[in-house]
């Protein structure tokens, strides 16, 4: 073997060791982000108006004289945007003398004596002319006034980029959201006696928010199926992956169902489908799959050392390492504790102080140190998965001594998921461009929100 | 890199600046690509969820052997709604619904659209069988009292009768319902409303998870018809999420799903 080849292998091998070692991380990741929760009472228009104790109700408290003295109150906190929609509801509990209260939306520098609208990166309906201002002077007719015992909704929808308002539940019309950056939900008031409150999701909301939701990614998902897919792409990716993977077994009834279908299901490669090179050495790894599987460890070194001698021929290899260590997970799974010892002295310890393995190796010793490993923080290790990944990278070295493999990454990566890879790229991209605004894309919540137990 | 490469690498970056659209390199984008995790469990789930909904129990019981993922659905069951979908698609509609109805006598009771449509799909063997007669006594007994309670079924079943107005029924204007895909659209209506029925009785997953407000993006896109295969949507989903970036970026696309090659941009 040359040079050359020899640093693909061991780019293989950090490859899967970094997969062992991210397996112990790879929690799903929720994003939080902080929700307005009550009104901010330091950035307000005082002297105009009053907030209640509980931050969540206002009043203007003084006789109104012109337009530079609004009663203007932000929430304490931007709306967040790593959702589908944010919303909240006002409701105007007295009109006061002219009903001139308003709700939407405003940037962080907002003049805070002027109604949201007015100014410019503002967004605000208003109650005694029932208009939708946008940061000109002029409003655009928008919706009905409201007045005394309205419950009023503002909301943002980051998918279509549009505020929307409701009106006592049901929803008034929605606009293009043409402002960029953070934006806070903002009351105005701006008569005497104006009272309002606000609900921030604490209380149920007069709008059924979830219908909305359901209902918006309904339209989307419309647009989604529509798209045609090429004839039979789904059952080609399927077959093409499990060959990538070795799972013979699966792969002969698939083919073998296939021919008796209804119309049957032709694989006949018309485009130069590289499918030789993957039919490559299935029947071993598909063997040497189930021995890793099986936790038989030594009898997968055995075939190894047999079938493909290069790939463990150099004890310090990542190769050779990630066996050790599960071979020393399987004997502490099996409560072979001594055995472990003994085994970890011979095999493991040589790892100990080099950067790549440190980690690892300290993880598997760790096991010894808890009566019931399984629970502990290393516990991964004797999940299911681990071995998965030491199969993968077996399956990935002999898939990489195919004198055809064309790269690296045709070793690593199945047809599947690149696509995959490219999907959730695509998505990422899109919305980081978006000022990161809407869902994230993740395959893993995809695919397990239908897991029982949930509901 | 050689000349070629970096005129057309330029003049990528010249379309895109007229544009003013982002241009992200191949380095960068395979950059992006890698920092992508994706679980191998994950993917098991996916070719899993396919095997089970199109049917392929041997193959399912197969995986589950090979790489321990475990079914959301009782393979058990695969088999029988595997036979009612095979007996529309051969014809047998009488016999499908029977077998329905063994399998649980709600589905068809309160799914009238369904329960019509495979009717009419026996009336369409009928038809194509020149039983004519039997046809028409079958469309006024049990087609048509059903029409009186729904506009579009009648509309659907004036159509299917027409087909007897043509000798030839290869040229008439109604002629496509006598095609297989006919058969396979209504096949694929009882495959859905077979596997709802068993989810339902695993629980309401897609409503509880739509009414979550922490729930991933996109998990709607199996709301609709949470019975569908996921992994022809989530390449559906892939051909929309790159017709989306186009309009910002230009980047390298793959554009063949079935060899998954990624594409420098197009110039």
């Given at each position: 073997?040359?040079s050359?080849?020899?640093?693909?292998n061991?780019?293989?091998?950090?490859?899967f060791?970094?997969?062992?070692?991210?397996s112990?991380s790879m929690?799903?990741e929720?994003?939080?982000?902080e929700?307005?929760?009550e009104l901010?009472?330091?950035?307000?228009?005082?002297?105009?108006l009053?907030?209640?104790?509980?931050?969540l109700?206002?009043?203007?408290?003084s006789?109104?004289?012109?337009?530079h003295?609004?009663?203007?109150?932000?929430?304490?906190k931007?709306?967040?945007?790593?959702?589908l929609?944010?919303?909240?509801?006002?409701?105007?509990?007295?009109?006061?003398?002219?009903?001139?209260?308003?709700?939407g939306?405003t940037?962080?520098?907002f003049?805070?004596?002027?109604?949201?609208g007015?100014?410019?990166?503002?967004?605000?309906y208003?109650?005694?002319?029932?208009?939708?201002?946008r940061g000109?002077?002029?409003?655009?007719?928008?919706?009905?006034t409201?007045?005394?015992?309205d419950?009023?909704?503002?909301?943002i929808?980051?998918?279509?980029?549009e505020?929307?308002?409701?009106k006592?539940?049901?929803?008034v019309?929605a606009v293009f959201k043409?402002?960029?950056?953070?934006?806070?939900?903002?009351i105005a008031?701006?008569?005497?006696?104006?009272?309002?409150?606000?609900?921030?999701g604490?209380k149920?909301?007069?709008?059924?928010?979830?219908?909305?939701?359901?209902?918006?990614?309904?339209?989307?998902?419309?647009?989604i199926e529509?798209?045609?897919?090429?004839?039979?792409v789904?059952?080609r990716?399927?077959?093409s992956y499990?060959?990538?993977?070795?799972?013979?077994?699966?792969?002969?009834?698939?083919?073998?169902?296939?021919k008796?279908?209804?119309?049957?299901?032709?694989?006949?490669?018309e485009?130069?489908?590289d499918?030789q090179?993957?039919?490559?050495?299935?029947?071993?790894?598909?063997?040497?799959?189930?021995?890793i599987r099986?936790?038989?460890?030594?009898?997968?070194?055995?075939?190894?050392?047999?079938w493909?001698?290069?790939?463990v021929q150099?004890?310090?290899?990542?190769?050779?390492?990630?066996?050790?260590c599960?071979?020393?997970?399987?004997l502490v799974?099996?409560?072979a504790?001594?055995?472990?010892?003994?085994?970890?002295?011979v095999?493991?310890?040589?790892?100990f102080?080099?950067d790549?393995?440190?980690?690892l190796?300290?993880?598997?010793?760790?096991?010894?140190?808890?009566?019931?490993p399984?629970?502990?923080?290393?516990g991964y290790l004797l999940?299911d998965?681990?071995?998965?990944?030491?199969?993968d990278?077996?399956?990935a070295?002999?898939?990489?001594?195919?004198?055809?493999?064309?790269?690296f990454?045709?070793?690593l990566?199945?047809?599947?998921?690149?696509l995959?890879?490219q999907?959730?790229?695509?998505?990422?991209?899109?919305r980081?461009?978006?000022g990161?605004?809407?869902?994230?894309?993740?395959?893993?919540?995809?695919?397990n929100?239908g897991?029982?137990?949930k509901c | 890199?050689s000349?070629?490469?970096i005129?057309i690498?330029?003049?990528a970056?010249?379309?895109?600046?007229?544009?003013?659209?982002k241009v992200?390199t191949r380095?960068?984008?395979e950059?992006?690509?890698?920092?992508?995790?994706?679980?191998?469990?994950?993917?098991?789930?996916l070719?899993?969820?396919?095997l089970?909904?199109?049917?392929?129990?041997?193959?399912?019981?197969?995986?589950?052997?090979?790489?321990?993922?475990?079914?959301d659905?009782?393979?058990?069951?695969?088999?029988?709604?595997?036979?009612?979908?095979?007996?529309?698609?051969?014809g047998?509609?009488?016999?499908?619904?029977?077998?329905?109805?063994?399998?649980n006598?709600e589905?068809l009771d309160?799914?009238?659209?369904l329960?019509?449509?495979?009717?009419?799909?026996?009336?369409i063997?009928?038809?194509?069988n020149?039983?004519?007669?039997?046809?028409?006594?079958?469309?006024q007994?049990?087609l048509a009292?059903?029409g009186?309670?729904n506009q579009?079924?009648l509309?659907?079943?004036?159509k299917t009768?027409?087909?007897?107005a043509?000798?030839d029924?290869?040229n008439?204007?109604?002629?496509?319902?006598?095609?297989?895909s006919?058969r396979?659209?209504?096949?694929?209506?009882?495959?859905?409303?077979?596997l709802?029925?068993?989810?339902?009785?695993?629980?309401?997953?897609?409503?509880?998870c739509m009414?979550?407000?922490?729930?991933?993006?996109?998990?709607h896109?199996?709301a609709?018809?949470s019975?569908?295969?996921?992994?022809?949507?989530?390449?559906?989903?892939?051909?929309?999420?790159?017709?989306?970036?186009?309009?910002k970026?230009v980047?390298?696309?793959?554009?063949?799903l079935?060899?998954?090659?990624?594409?420098?941009?197009?110039?």
């Open positions: 073997m040359g050359n080849n020899t640093n693909k061991q780019d293989l091998g950090l490859y060791l970094e997969m062992a070692r991210a112990s929690g799903v929720d994003e939080k982000e929700s307005p929760m901010n009472t330091i950035n307000s228009s005082g002297g105009f009053v907030v209640s104790p509980d931050k109700s206002v009043k203007y408290t006789v109104n004289l012109h337009g003295d609004v009663g203007v109150v932000q929430a304490n931007p709306a967040p945007v790593k959702r929609i944010y919303y909240f509801e006002i409701y105007v509990k007295d009109a006061g003398a002219k009903g001139q209260i308003a709700i939306f940037s962080e520098t003049k805070m004596r002027r109604q949201p007015w100014e410019a990166n503002s967004c605000g208003h109650g005694d002319d029932g208009l939708l201002y000109q002077g002029k409003g655009d007719t928008f919706g009905p409201f007045t005394s015992n419950t009023i909704g503002g909301g929808n980051y998918a279509s980029q505020f929307f308002f409701t006592n539940g049901a929803v019309g043409d402002i960029k950056g953070p934006l806070f939900p903002t008031v701006h008569s005497l006696n104006e009272e309002v409150q606000v609900n921030f604490q149920k909301f007069a709008f059924d928010l979830k219908e909305y939701e359901a209902q918006e990614r309904m339209k989307q998902q419309m647009t529509k798209i045609s897919l090429p004839p039979n789904s059952h990716l399927v077959r499990l060959l990538h993977y070795g799972y013979e077994d699966t792969l002969n009834s698939f083919d073998l169902a296939g008796s279908t209804v119309p049957p299901i032709s694989f006949a490669q485009n130069g489908f499918e090179d993957i039919v490559y050495a299935l029947n071993q790894r598909k063997t040497l799959r189930q021995l099986n936790g038989e460890i030594d009898a997968a070194f055995a075939k190894l050392h047999n493909y001698p290069w790939i150099e004890d310090k290899s990542s190769t050779c390492f990630l066996l050790h599960q071979k020393f997970i399987e799974r099996v409560g504790l001594e055995e472990a010892v003994k085994y970890g002295r095999e493991l310890a040589k790892f102080g080099l790549e393995f440190e980690n190796v300290q993880d598997c010793v760790a096991l010894l140190a808890y009566e019931k399984q629970e502990s923080s290393v999940e998965s681990q071995r998965e990944i030491v199969a990278m077996v399956n070295m002999i898939l990489s001594t195919n004198p055809n493999a064309k790269d990454h045709g070793c990566h199945s047809y599947l998921e690149r995959l890879r999907l959730t790229a695509c998505c990422l991209e899109r980081s461009m978006n990161d605004q809407g869902e994230a894309f993740r395959l893993h919540r995809v695919l929100s897991k029982k137990g | 890199m000349l070629f490469w005129v690498r330029q003049l970056e010249i379309e895109a600046m007229a544009t003013s659209k992200i380095e960068e984008w950059k992006k690509l890698n920092d992508v995790m994706i679980r191998k469990e994950d993917m098991n789930k070719v899993m969820n396919f089970v909904t199109e049917g392929y129990v041997d193959a399912a019981e197969k995986f589950r052997m090979e790489s321990g993922t475990e079914p659905i009782d393979l058990a069951t695969i088999t029988d709604r595997m036979a009612v979908k095979k007996a529309v698609q051969c047998n509609v009488e016999d499908a619904i029977e077998k329905v109805n063994d399998l006598p589905i309160t799914n009238p659209q329960f019509f449509h495979l009717q009419q799909q026996r009336l063997e009928l038809i194509r020149g039983k004519v007669e039997e046809a028409l006594e079958f469309a007994e049990e009292p059903r009186e309670e579009s079924f509309e659907e079943l004036e009768v027409a087909l007897l043509f000798e029924v290869s008439c204007p109604v002629g496509d319902l006598l095609d297989i006919q396979l659209k209504t096949a694929s209506e009882v495959n859905a409303a077979i709802t029925s068993q989810s339902h009785e695993k629980g309401c997953f897609w409503s509880k009414s979550s407000g922490t729930c991933a993006l996109f998990t896109i199996y609709g018809d019975n569908d295969p996921k992994l022809p949507s989530l390449l559906k989903m892939l051909i929309w999420a790159q017709s989306q970036l186009d309009e970026a980047y390298p696309r793959i554009n063949d079935s060899t998954a090659t990624l594409e420098d941009p197009a110039v």
